[in-house]
């Protein structure tokens, strides 16, 4: 069983996605904690609903929050193999990220390495795509080292978003691909089909 925690800031579709993949048994996995920088988010009344473990964290002392020292602790107490960044919109620290080397993922909503990096995210993204005038989009799901969109990449969708016109349907049309391509990756997780070969991550 994969023990997941799964980082959002917003409307948490693709932490919905993921929960109903495991509640229909194609996912060997458990949200064992969903984790944002924002209390009052969608996502974050869904994990509640659902009897989730909530935390909230912050670089700043806050009220209501623990830093992100006080999370790894209670990832290593919880025992934590993969956290999954679905919409979560804060940088996290260095030190976070070397703790948990090749195991924290994220999706990403283009191609990369295209259309990623500092300021890409939520709808800059399909922004950026359509004022290219771009004819492919996607969505991507990638290790995450410190550096934006960077990490290795494990999995890609590409849509024909030829026809579209507006950042909006572009926007739609890669969500649902994003609610697929996610679940798969955690069940390949889940079953141990991902490998390292020649600096190339290979799904089984
Ligand atoms: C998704 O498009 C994801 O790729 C991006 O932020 C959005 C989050 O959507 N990183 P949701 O909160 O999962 O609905």
Not at 18 to 45: D, G, L, T, W
Not at 79 to 107: H, S, T, W
Request: charged share 25%; with cysteine.
């Amino acid at each position: 069983m994969l023990n997941l925690a799964i980082f959002v800031s917003g409307r948490g579709s693709n932490l919905i996605s993921i929960f109903n993949a495991i509640k229909r048994k194609e996912i060997n996995a458990s949200v064992k904690a969903v984790v944002s920088n924002k209390i009052n988010c969608p996502a974050i009344k869904f994990a509640l609903k659902n009897q989730i473990k909530v935390f909230f964290v912050s670089e700043k002392e806050k009220k209501e929050f623990i830093n992100f020292e006080q999370l790894k602790n209670q990832f290593l107490s919880d025992k934590i193999d993969l956290i999954v960044l679905a919409g979560f919109m804060k940088k996290i620290p260095a030190e976070f990220v070397e703790q948990f080397d090749n195991k924290i993922i994220n999706i990403h909503p283009a191609l990369l390495p295209s259309f990623g990096g500092e300021g890409m995210f939520g709808m800059n993204v399909h922004k950026a795509v359509f004022n290219k005038s771009c004819k492919v989009s996607g969505a991507t799901v990638h290790f995450v080292n410190n550096k934006y969109d960077e990490g290795m990449i494990i999995f890609q969708k590409a849509v024909d978003i030829s026809g579209l016109s507006s950042p909006e349907e572009i926007a739609k049309k890669v969500l649902r691909i994003e609610h697929k391509i996610l679940p798969f990756v955690l069940k390949k997780f889940a079953e141990h089909k991902l490998r390292e070969v020649n600096n190339r991550i290979i799904i089984e």
